[in-house]
């Protein structure tokens, strides 16, 4: 009995340590294969999952300022809305009329970073963005961009990366992949003239895509493969 156990606990030990350090940090990039590319894509530094939350409806006057006349609008409220049925009625109308449906699931990619790319190669992945060599890029996948006119300049001047006492980081430009599914593969270019070291610890990308905003830290320290930093 107590041999069964000792073997069972020493396999519990063995699936941690195999997910702590999974094959593909300790083989040379050239040599990865496809699995190594789905474990990169699914469960590695450079790839996050969250769950994009709504900001609050705009006001009329907002709308009209920002001619964008649909944007951040609530539904009606009927007449509950207006408490001739009484107040409760006109707390749940108000409530069911400013509910959103929840904005799934996107995946944010540092994008640019050497792991990503080749990963995306091995797994055969189609329709990744053109990169240069001049930009971090950060991609956010499978999420609901409005249609509109010049919004990738919108969306630069509402994204951001983080450091700990240092100047935010803007985009220099946005790029808007869409997909045949409705939704879209937002991509930000952040120059590389302001660089990213080893000593920054932390990077949060944050950034607003019509009404849902999404922010993601970024572990330096974690984002590092045989010594060197990969962004």
Known sequence: MYRAVRLCSLSFVAVLLFAANPIWRDRPISQWDQQDGKQVLTDSPWVKFVMPQYVRDLSPDERVQGGNFEEGRGGGVGLAGLGIFGKERQQEAIARAHAKPPAGTVAIRWESALPIRTAEEKTGETG??????DHYAIAVYDIAAPSRWNLENELKGIAFLKRVKKKDMKPSRV???????GLSTVVYFFPRSQEITKKDGWITFEAQIGRLF???AFS?????LHGKLEL
Do not use: F, H, N, W
Request: aromatic content about 0%.
């Open 175 to 181: 790029e808007i992949l869409r997909q045949i599914d």
């Open 128 to 133: 990744a963005p053109l990169l240069d060599s």
């Open 220 to 224: 330096v320290d974690e984002m590092q």
């Open 214 to 216: 999404v922010t993601q």
